[in-house]
């Protein structure tokens, strides 16, 4: 089945929009018409040609997702045509050892693809493409594995939604999950981008009683009190340790969130009195 798709072909250059061929659903696969996509740093960072990502080309990138599924596998029981879902990058097997034992999470079979010896998912003529992190989201369909997406509410308006299959879990699950977070704790937030403002979220929905945003955009600052934050710091009227410590009595935070990826950040982060 021909689609266009945005293919990443070499570094540092524009993507282009080309028809790319994908098979159709085997087995357990499901084919999902995208209706939106988000553009994460991990994107990015391959098109840039930095970070852990040294990937064969040409390639589809894009793994926030969400669409309507078109088509299912023989095999597929969760999900029908007609459904909403979000493409999930943390797909899994669900019969190695730590699926079976509660831990898909912990998948060892990792992104949920076809075998090398398989028909590609994705082709040009013949050529197969490779799939980013087993999705591939910057095209008019995604075909994938039941274990690799959510069905939603249909309610749900897809372009937000779509959000939810990175960046939100990524910002709330920090909170939540890898910090745990408890009610009445204080906590700062280095970075209000896309997942700052959801680690902002999660401390929020844990019942954290003082959330303190940091960045150096006004705007930001102003929509992470949307998000929850309690108060804000705005790194260019001092420094933002110094501030926080005024805030809490001198006390500072029982965590700190550095979400912007500079490692002198990270320092400042455990200069700001925080526990963890």
Same mark, same amino acid.
């Given at each position: 089945? @021909?689609?266009?798709?945005?293919?990443?072909?070499?570094?540092q250059?524009?993507?282009?929009? @080309?028809?790319?061929?994908?098979?159709?659903?085997?087995?357990?696969?499901?084919?999902?018409?995208?209706?939106?996509?988000?553009?994460?740093?991990?994107?990015?960072?391959?098109?840039? !040609?930095?970070?852990?990502?040294?990937?064969?080309?040409?390639?589809?990138?894009?793994?926030?997702? /969400?669409?309507?599924?078109?088509?299912?596998?023989?095999?597929?029981?969760?999900v029908?045509?007609?459904d909403?879902?979000?493409?999930?990058?943390?797909?899994?097997?669900? /019969?190695?050892?730590?699926?079976?034992?509660? &831990?898909?999470?912990?998948?060892?079979?990792?992104?949920?693809?076809?075998?090398?010896?398989?028909?590609?998912?994705?082709?040009?003529?013949?050529?197969?493409?490779?799939?980013?992190?087993?999705?591939? /989201?910057?095209?008019?369909?995604?075909?994938? &594995?039941?274990? /690799?997406?959510?069905?939603?509410? #249909?309610?749900?308006?897809?372009?937000?939604?779509?959000?939810?299959?990175?960046?939100?879990?990524?910002?709330?699950?920090?909170?939540?999950?890898?910090a745990?977070? @408890?009610?009445?704790?204080?906590?700062?937030?280095?970075?209000?981008? !896309?997942?700052?403002?959801?680690?902002?979220?999660?401390?929020?929905?844990? !019942?954290? !009683?003082?959330?303190?945003?940091?960045?150096?955009? #006004?705007?930001?600052l @102003?929509?992470?009190?949307?998000?929850?934050?309690?108060?804000?710091?705005?790194?260019?009227?001092?420094?933002?340790?110094?501030?926080?410590?005024?805030?809490?009595?001198?006390?500072?935070?029982?965590?700190?969130?550095?979400?912007?990826g500079?490692?002198?950040?990270?320092?400042?982060?455990?200069?700001?009195?925080?526990?963890?």
């Amino acid at each position: 089945m @021909e689609m266009k798709a945005a293919v990443f072909r070499k570094v540092q250059e524009p993507l282009t929009i @080309e028809s790319v061929e994908t098979d159709k659903p085997w087995g357990r696969e499901v084919l999902v018409r995208t209706a939106a996509t988000g553009v994460c740093h991990s994107d990015l960072h391959v098109v840039d !040609g930095l970070g852990r990502f040294p990937l064969d080309r040409p390639i589809v990138l894009g793994h926030e997702g /969400s669409g309507v599924v078109e088509a299912v596998g023989a095999d597929v029981t969760t999900v029908r045509p007609g459904d909403h879902v979000v493409a999930c990058l943390s797909g899994f097997c669900g /019969s190695c050892e730590q699926c079976l034992s509660g &831990h898909p999470n912990l998948c060892v079979a990792g992104f949920v693809t076809r075998p090398e010896s398989g028909a590609p998912r994705l082709s040009q003529k013949g050529a197969p493409f490779r799939q980013f992190i087993g999705i591939s /989201s910057y095209a008019e369909r995604m075909l994938l &594995h039941e274990n /690799s997406i959510v069905k939603i509410d #249909p309610d749900l308006p897809l372009d937000r939604a779509a959000l939810v299959g990175c960046g939100v879990l990524t910002g709330v699950g920090a909170a939540l999950r890898s910090a745990g977070l @408890e009610a009445g704790q204080t906590v700062a937030v280095f970075g209000c981008g !896309g997942v700052g403002l959801n680690v902002i979220q999660g401390a929020a929905l844990s !019942g954290a !009683g003082r959330i303190i945003a940091v960045d150096l955009a #006004p705007a930001k600052l @102003e929509l992470a009190k949307t998000f929850g934050a309690t108060d804000v710091v705005n790194g260019k009227d001092g420094n933002a340790p110094d501030q926080i410590r005024s805030l809490t009595d001198g006390l500072g935070v029982d965590y700190a969130f550095e979400v912007i990826g500079i490692p002198a950040r990270r320092r400042t982060c455990r200069s700001c009195g925080a526990g963890r």
